[in-house]
């Protein structure tokens, strides 16, 4: 009797099968910000330059745990590999933004997470394709800034100021991963000179203090 209503149940969570869809191409997207020559202000800890290629791509954003029947999806983004008549297909992206599918014990591995177009019910897709746990919950559609195999960015990043010397941080990030070997952080005085440099890049420092600096870009990386 036990193993009739644990096979009835599971039936019950699966709603059918379906073809995993491969249709969609993300955009890469050349970002270089803040402009040169505008006046800019960080934060400590943020962004004062950025270069570098990302990926563009539309995604579905989830803010909160959700539970799908015996899966559970953790925050971040999913974003999409394509569609088409029923269904929606989203990636498991990974990194440090994207989010994932946790199975239950009795559950087939998640392949990808489909929206059923009739109805915006979130599904998991296995990897035997049998689409299962389809769900009503919040999600958002957003456009999805992201690093990909194909990306590259540098970036310096502002660290503070103590007395006349401010410290700003260079990173690069390659392929979703930041280089430790192309980490580097630098410190500047300022009595000697307001303008700054690193890997081709010239700033010119118009204010510093321990919680924000205000500066303009002349050039970006080379």
């Given at each position: 009797?036990?193993?009739?209503?644990l096979v009835?149940?599971?039936?019950?969570s699966?709603?059918g099968c379906?073809t995993p869809?491969?249709n969609?191409?993300?955009?890469?997207?050349?970002?270089n910000?803040?402009p040169?020559?505008v006046?800019?202000?960080a934060?400590?800890?943020?962004?004062m330059l950025?270069?570098?290629l990302?990926v563009?791509q539309?995604a579905i954003y989830?803010s909160d745990?959700?539970k799908?029947?015996g899966y559970?999806?953790t925050s971040?983004y999913?974003?999409?590999?394509?569609?088409?008549e029923?269904?929606e297909?989203?990636k498991?992206?990974g990194?440090?933004?994207?989010?994932?599918?946790?199975k239950?014990?009795?559950?087939?591995p998640?392949m990808?997470?489909?929206?059923r177009q009739s109805?915006?019910?979130?599904?998991?897709?296995?990897?035997?394709?049998?689409v299962?746990?389809?769900?009503?919950?919040?999600?958002?559609?957003?456009?999805w800034?992201?690093a990909s195999k194909?990306s590259?960015?540098?970036?310096?990043?502002?660290?503070?100021k103590v007395?006349?010397?401010i410290?700003i941080?260079?990173?690069e990030?390659?392929?979703?991963?930041?280089?430790p070997?192309?980490?580097?952080d630098?410190?500047?005085d300022?009595?000697e000179s307001?303008?700054?440099?690193?890997?081709?890049a010239?700033i010119?420092?118009?204010d510093?203090?321990?919680?924000?600096?205000?500066?303009k870009?002349?050039k970006s990386f080379?």
């Amino acid at each position: 009797m036990k193993k009739l209503l644990l096979v009835s149940a599971i039936g019950f969570s699966m709603v059918g099968c379906a073809t995993p869809s491969y249709n969609y191409t993300p955009t890469t997207q050349e970002i270089n910000k803040p402009p040169v020559g505008v006046i800019s202000t960080a934060s400590l800890g943020d962004h004062m330059l950025t270069q570098g290629l990302m990926v563009q791509q539309d995604a579905i954003y989830i803010s909160d745990m959700v539970k799908l029947g015996g899966y559970k999806l953790t925050s971040g983004y999913f974003a999409k590999q394509g569609e088409d008549e029923k269904y929606e297909h989203y990636k498991v992206s990974g990194g440090s933004d994207g989010g994932t599918i946790i199975k239950g014990v009795l559950n087939d591995p998640p392949m990808s997470l489909v929206v059923r177009q009739s109805d915006n019910a979130l599904c998991v897709m296995t990897v035997f394709n049998v689409v299962a746990s389809c769900n009503s919950a919040p999600f958002e559609r957003k456009n999805w800034s992201s690093a990909s195999k194909n990306s590259f960015q540098q970036t310096l990043i502002y660290n503070g100021k103590v007395g006349q010397k401010i410290n700003i941080g260079y990173r690069e990030f390659s392929s979703d991963l930041a280089r430790p070997a192309f980490n580097n952080d630098v410190e500047y005085d300022l009595s000697e000179s307001k303008q700054i440099g690193y890997k081709g890049a010239l700033i010119d420092v118009l204010d510093a203090n321990n919680q924000e600096i205000k500066y303009k870009v002349i050039k970006s990386f080379k």
